[in-house]
């Protein structure tokens, strides 16, 4: 069974930081590339970011460009989210999603398993 385990949710300030964490189980990892969406109230789930496979090539939304980072860690079955210079409107759950197409693809239907979600709040 295909696990995704969200964690380092929580509230910030904002200009702060979070650093957000996926543990993936029931899989092999290293052989799936994995994004970062998030969903703030009354909104649609939106692409944040995609790393392939080897961590080798990443994207990221307008957005979120120059402000995160998203990594892997094959070894650990974890990818991370590194989110700098937080603002308002950062405010959503985010989750974690794998899916076994290489490449870059931010569409949610791409994406087959998905985490729970963790909420990230930057207030102001």
């Known amino acids: 069974q295909v696990q995704l385990v969200e964690s380092g949710g929580g509230l910030v300030q904002a200009g702060g930081s979070l650093r957000l964490s996926c543990a993936a189980s029931?899989?092999?990892?290293?052989?799936?590339?994995m994004g970062w969406f998030r969903q703030a109230p009354v909104k649609g789930r939106e692409f944040v970011a995609t790393i392939t496979r080897g961590g080798d090539n990443t994207y990221y939304a307008d957005s979120v460009k120059g402000r995160f980072t998203i990594s892997r860690d094959n070894a650990k079955n974890t990818v991370y989210l590194q989110m700098n210079s937080l603002k308002p409107e950062d405010t959503a759950v985010y989750y974690c999603a794998a899916r076994l197409t290489s490449g870059i693809l931010t569409g949610v239907n791409n994406y087959n398993y998905w985490g729970q979600g963790a909420q990230v709040t930057v207030s102001s």
């Open positions: 029931g899989l092999t990892f290293s052989i799936y590339s």
